[in-house]
């Protein structure tokens, strides 16, 4: 096993950039591609061609590894990275990290006999990541709510890692928290907590007085018939990955304030969440016997 390795980061946004310094000052060799655009971002020695990057000891891949347009997910590259390129240009037995890899980029993967994991499906990852993700939601919430969070009546869609924390913080701070959940271990679990609580399923009829909802489930819980029971100036926040929890189009049409957040701790914190991952592939890599 070895100590320093040999790292390329390709594609990404802030979280990535972030990670690429915290590799280099832990003394590991970075090599960057897709960063383009704000090459002031990482270190001007480690920007390299995609052939470099790709031959690392490991590869990491950004989160989401793709873009809604089935790209590699590259906002600060000044071009289109096609992920077939990508993975055409590792060798085999290429050990490569992603996060919130489709099947179809696994199925890939495997055909080009590359060993890719998903550092977005390790619990540690997600049970960090929701700290910065809750601090995003409370900053857009104190940010656009013309009230305090102080008792105000919120609804949390959703009774997962990052459900949990942001109903604990909005409690904290507070608010009189309802959390809906489609388990009966969750309801039994937000019962615990001392919240209310709602059974997902049963929505209808149940969606008046909210003065905040926020959704943590990639399913469409939010459709029109429950959008237009929300009380006027209802501020929604939608932090699911795609497809999302909430019409938007029901919602303009309707004038609810509705705010779809993605990537949050990438935004809020990058930092943070670059170490976060940065301590998730040690992880990997320990595991696969690359490090110590």
Known sequence: MKEKITFGIIGGDMRQAKLAQLLEADGHAVHIFGFDRQPELVSSQSVNTLQQAASADCVVLPLPVTDEHENLN?????GVIRIADVLDAMPQGQIVCGGRIPEEIFRMASERKLRLTD???REELAIANAVPTAEGVLQIAMEELPITLAGSRVLVMGFGHTGKIIAHRLHALGALVTVSARRYSDLAWIRA?????EFTEALDGRLGGYDLIVNTVPHKILNE???QELSPGCLC???ASRPGGLDFDAASRLGVKAIWALSLPGKVAP???GAI???TIYHILQELGVIQ
């Open 119 to 121: 550092y977005f499906a």
């Open 193 to 197: 907590y001392g919240y209310r609580q």
């Open 225 to 227: 018939a429950r959008l």
């Open 271 to 273: 930092v943070t969440s």
């Open 237 to 239: 926040i939608d932090i």
């Open 74 to 78: 590259a906002p600060i590259s000044g």
């Open 277 to 279: 991952i940065k301590e």
